[in-house]
């Protein structure tokens, strides 16, 4: 790696990478040996999703996931991260309350897990409370589209966004997360179209997930990417391994072994 390859991902440095076009490489980590690795392959921004709630804890949806968890979880991360920018999902109801509730327990995961920054869903109805925990000096990234934490009021995880009415609102909210200070803007599962928009509109990065190849990053959940995680395939996903048929096979060649008195050998005997 160059030593500008090497050098830590900081926020300043991710809007410089928008105004390079130079695209921002984005991926979830739960613990620590994920993290590592990750950060090892030049991944610039590692985000400790409330997926976890899902992929990690087998959870139905994001909905469950406490404070304590996420927390827990960014703990493990962070000490396998050097270079990446560590963000970190805040739970569902830990923001949405009041402000002061935000402000609080967004000041826990900088005080007790060392995050550099925190994503909160939702769009101009949080700006007044994104505009509070930045201006303590607690960088946050908004996110929009299909927000998992609504998933209730969707009624599902489908296309956000389809209709002009419903365009022109997201256009307006990612406005609104940036005149608030939001330093970048998670953009899921919208149409190509309206994110190239939003983000040619936009100073601050957009990071796509599911919103065409014009947004200034991507991000994936790293166990969709690996094939870990089976339960189901969205279309924007592109699995780059098949880890989860590589898990189970080691383990069945293990089992039999043990079964047939081969495991342990007397190499692997004292
Ligand atoms: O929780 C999550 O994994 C996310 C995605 C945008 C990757 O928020």
Known sequence: MTQDAQAAVTVPR???FKQQGRKIVALTAYD??????????GVDLVLVGD????????????????????????????RGIRRALLVADMPFMSY????????????????????DALKLEGGAAIAETIHRIT????????????TPQSVRKFGGYGLQAKDEGAAEQLRVDALALQEAGAFAVTLEKIPAELAR???AELEIPTIGIGAGPDCDGQVLVLYDLLGLFEEFRPRFVR????????????????GDDVRAGKFPGPQESY
Do not use: W
Request: glycine share 6%.
């Open 96 to 115: 949405q309350i009041t402000p002061e509730e935000a402000l609080r327990n967004a000041a826990r995961f900088f005080k007790e897990a060392e995050v």
């Open 197 to 199: 928009r939003v983000s």
């Open 32 to 41: 620590f040996l994920f993290a590592r690795l990750l950060d090892a392959a």
């Open 135 to 146: 201006r303590a000096g607690m960088p946050v990234m908004g996110h929009l589209g299909l």
């Open 239 to 254: 699995r780059y391994a098949e880890l989860g048929e590589v898990v189970r096979d080691a383990c069945r060649r293990y």
């Open 14 to 16: 991710l809007h410089e």
């Open 51 to 78: 997926s976890a709630a899902q992929v990690a804890a087998g959870r139905e949806s994001t909905l469950p996931m406490t404070m304590d968890e996420a927390l827990y979880h960014c703990r493990m991360v962070r």
